[in-house]
T-cell receptor, first 112, second 120 residues
Framework: GENVEQHPSTLSVQEGDSAVIKCTYSDSASNYFPWYKQELGKRPQLIIDIRSNVGEKKDQRIAVTLNKTAKHFSLHITETQPEDSAVYFCAASKGGSYIPTFGRGTSLIVHP | GAVVSQHPSWVICKSGTSVKIECRSLDFQATTMFWYRQFPKQSLMLMATSNEGSKATYEQGVEKDKFLINHASLTLSTLTVTSAHPEDSSFYIC????????????????FGPGTRLTVT
């Protein structure tokens, strides 16, 4: 089955800095890669996703890049704000069921 | 659109009792719903895939007789934790997909708010 590794487990940055979270996956058939943000005690919320036919996608301060050859994808957050503090999960899934396999999560702390 | 609710949001029960958690898709019909379990500071672990009108598909290591899943309608799936033990205490989250969405987004998952189960 699919295996998703996520690093780092904790990331601490100053407000205004950039944050990068990296994930690798094992199944070359995976073709959909969502990123979720989960605040403490709340539901995961999709913040951005990318499909395998695209190398990069951007939405305001958030961007995701995908390298299919190396089987890794990354989340980039620029100009971080304290409200960006949360746990971020990457996931990988493939056509048919599109059942995601989640990474272990990254706790992002943005210090004001 | 694509709102998923869960009830209750938290529940405390005694060892040996059973607890039912409901997951509803409020504004769409979900032929498939998913049940996850999340321990503190850990990732979401898929427990089972719930299919409307048929038996759920359980992930390896998940006891189907302990975690009973029923998906009786296109908008409701239930998870019953039977004979609960303290080690069953966890955050249970359901999710659903809206197959009616256009634009290739039908595989996006919408999560419920979660249910905090504490077994004493």
């Amino acid at each position: 089955g699919e295996n998703v590794e996520q690093h780092p487990s904790t990331l601490s940055v100053q407000e205004g800095d950039s944050a990068v979270i990296k994930c690798t996956y094992s199944d070359s058939a995976s073709n959909y890669f969502p990123w979720y943000k989960q605040e403490l005690g709340k539901r995961p919320q999709l913040i951005i996703d990318i499909r395998s036919n695209v190398g990069e996608k951007k939405d305001q301060r958030i961007a995701v890049t995908l390298n299919k050859t190396a089987k890794h994808f990354s989340l980039h957050i620029t100009e971080t704000q304290p409200e960006d503090s949360a746990v971020y999960f990457c996931a990988a899934s493939k056509g048919g069921s599109y059942i995601p396999t989640f990474g272990r999560g990254t706790s992002l702390i943005v210090h004001p | 659109g694509a709102v998923v609710s869960q009830h209750p949001s938290w529940v405390i029960c005694k060892s040996g009792t059973s607890v039912k958690i409901e997951c509803r898709s409020l504004d769409f019909q979900a032929t498939t719903m998913f049940w996850y379990r999340q321990f503190p500071k850990q990732s979401l672990m898929l427990m089972a895939t719930s299919n409307e009108g048929s038996k759920a598909t359980y992930e390896q290591g998940v006891e189907k007789d302990k975690f009973l899943i029923n998906h009786a309608s296109l908008t409701l799936s239930t998870l019953t934790v039977t004979s609960a033990h303290p080690e069953d205490s966890s955050f249970y989250i359901c999710s659903a997909r809206d197959p009616g969405l256009a634009g290739g987004t039908a595989y996006e998952q919408y999560f419920g708010p979660g249910t905090r189960l504490t077994v004493t």
